[in-house]
């Protein structure tokens, strides 16, 4: 089992920044796809973006030259840099992540993100 852990969500203007970090713990193999999805409030949740252990990157369109995703794979950890932030972007963002030993997806517990106007 893995057990993931995010951080750094909070309270931000429209245009601003702000950096999640996604821990992961736990029974590990080799992270081979780690990724960060989001749900806005009577919403579906969505994709935002992703980092393959093969440090291949997937962006949502609407996330695309504002959000970068890296990852640290000597710690078991993924970033989230998000810079010119909209309200739209406003979610709880969750963490999730496949191992290549027990599977997944596993999910974190989730961090609010919210952006005022």
């Not at 999730?96 to 609010?112: E, F, L």
Request: aromatic share 8%; proline share 3%.
């Amino acid at each position: 089992q893995v057990q993931l852990v995010e951080s750094g969500g909070g309270l931000v203007q429209a245009g601003g920044s702000l950096t999640l970090s996604c821990a992961a713990s736990g029974t590990i193999f080799s992270l081979n796809y780690m990724a960060w999805h989001r749900q806005a409030p009577g919403k579906q949740r969505e994709f935002v973006a992703a980092n393959s252990l093969g440090g291949v990157t997937n962006y949502a369109d609407s996330v695309k030259g504002r959000f970068t995703v890296s990852r640290d794979n000597a710690k078991n950890t993924v970033h989230l840099v998000m810079n010119s932030l909209k309200p739209e972007d406003t979610a709880v963002y969750y963490c999730a992540a496949v191992d290549s030993g027990s599977g997944g997806p596993y999910w974190g517990q989730g961090t609010q993100v919210t952006v005022s106007s």
